[in-house]
């Protein structure tokens, strides 16, 4: 259905298939023709079994150049794909564990609020690395003797 109703409004960036498919309706109506109506199913109706098979025998001629967006948006998938692969091979990484996912993180509107989520989320806290700037001692834990980190506290 939404197919009928793309070809109905102009607009700027309108994808080229749909922007040819819609001249050729306009030409067609201005000579008094209307050929679209929506069916539910059109399986098992002689009429459009040989519709479909004349556009399949006609589509092999006639190749159409695919926009810009169309591959842009393919690769972008593709490419986000294989970086999720990549990453969820990296299990012994410890960022691994806390983002599993590549997508982004929501940002938070105040950034001072922003890099403190993060860095609990990543574990780097002053209280958790305060020894590596002063070359003190790791913090351990009073009760069970465990190095403190952001999940143990």
Request: hydrophobic fraction near 40%.
């Amino acid at each position: 259905m939404s197919s009928l109703k793309a070809p109905s409004h102009y607009y700027n960036r309108m994808h080229p298939v749909a922007f040819e498919i819609l001249s050729v309706l306009q030409f067609l109506r201005n000579e008094g023709l209307n050929i679209f109506c929506w069916v539910p199913s059109h399986v098992g109706i002689s009429g459009n079994e040989i519709a479909d098979s004349i556009a399949k025998f006609a589509s092999a001629f006639q190749s159409q150049d695919i926009p810009h967006s169309d591959i842009k948006k393919s690769l972008v998938s593709h490419l986000h794909i294989t970086w999720q692969k990549n990453w969820d091979l990296q299990i012994k990484n410890k960022l691994h564990f806390v983002k599993p996912f590549i997508d982004m993180w929501l940002v938070l509107p105040i950034r001072e609020l922003d890099v403190k989520l993060t860095r609990l989320r990543i574990g780097h806290t002053r209280f958790t690395h305060k020894h590596l700037l002063f070359d003190e001692r790791v913090p351990v834990c009073p009760t069970c003797h465990a190095h403190f980190t952001v999940n143990h506290i």
